[in-house]
Nanobody, 119 residues
Framework: QVQLVESGGGLVEAGGSLRLSCAAS????????MGWFRQASGKEREFVAV????????SYADSVKGRFTISRDDSTNTVYLQMNSLRPEDTAVYYC????????????WGQGTQVTVSS
């Protein structure tokens, strides 16, 4: 059974930065695609960023491109999301997900961490 635990959320002023972490256990972490998603109040969950196994390929939603950076440390089974130049519209619960097959379907999710950006 895979467990994903996010941390690092909080309250920050617009223009500030946060770094989210997602610690994984229960599976060979390095072999799987990892992604970050977010869900704002009253909205559907949306894609934020994804990183391939071994970290060679990354992709971002247009809304965060140039401001957010996804990375992974396979030695500690952790994926990160560095968020800079935060905006009020980035306010959401952020979730990490693990895709077993790497096809865009995510099989495991964390419990989420709240990010609130004040204007």
């Amino acid at each position: 059974q895979v467990q994903l635990v996010e941390s690092g959320g909080g309250l920050v002023e617009a223009g500030g930065s946060l770094r989210l972490s997602c610690a994984a256990s229960g599976r060979t972490f390095s072999r799987h695609v990892m992604g970050w998603f977010r869900q704002a109040s009253g909205k559907e969950r949306e894609f934020v960023a994804v990183i391939s196994w071994r970290g060679g390929i990354t992709s971002y939603a247009d809304s965060v491109k140039g401001r957010f950076t996804i990375s992974r440390d396979d030695s500690t089974n952790t994926v990160y999301l560095q968020m800079n130049s935060l905006r009020p519209e980035d306010t959401a619960v952020y979730y990490c997900g693990l895709s077993v097959a790497g096809t865009g379907k995510y099989d495991y999710w964390g419990q989420g961490t709240q990010v609130t950006v004040s204007s």
